[in-house]
């Protein structure tokens, strides 16, 4: 049984990087300039007042503040990753991604 799972493991663990994680078509790492959401891998452009622009950077994890995705091009704050919700469960607190 053990030799099974390692005979497994081994086929699976060189391949784990090659399972899309990101939108096709998106060419920009974190911390990239970008103009728009769709040309970053994470899909989230946020406007960075201090540095004068707008940088691709990962999308909101677990009890992070987020917003929804919404049609413009520059977020003010990220959405949540795939598999997390943003909401709010209280009304004066602001929105946080949750497993939902």
């Given at each position: 049984?053990?030799?099974?799972?390692?005979?497994?493991?081994?086929?699976?663990?060189?391949?784990?990087?090659?399972?899309?994680?990101f939108?096709?078509?998106?060419?920009?790492?974190?911390?990239?300039?970008?103009?728009?959401?769709s040309?970053?891998?994470?899909?989230?452009?946020?406007?960075?007042?201090?540095?004068?622009?707008?940088?691709?950077?990962?999308?909101?994890?677990?009890?992070?503040?987020?917003?929804?995705?919404?049609?413009?091009?520059?977020?003010?704050?990220?959405?949540?990753?795939?598999?997390?919700?943003?909401?709010?469960?209280?009304?004066?607190?602001?929105?946080?991604?949750?497993?939902?």
């Amino acid at each position: 049984m053990a030799a099974a799972l390692a005979i497994l493991a081994a086929m699976l663990l060189p391949c784990w990087g090659a399972f899309p994680q990101f939108k096709k078509g998106s060419t920009k790492m974190n911390g990239a300039r970008c103009s728009h959401h769709s040309e970053c891998y994470s899909d989230c452009c946020l406007i960075n007042l201090d540095h004068g622009g707008a940088f691709c950077v990962p999308r909101a994890r677990i009890t992070m503040m987020c917003l929804p995705q919404t049609k413009g091009a520059i977020n003010i704050i990220c959405p949540c990753q795939v598999g997390l919700s943003c909401i709010h469960k209280d009304p004066v607190c602001t929105r946080r991604c949750h497993l939902i």
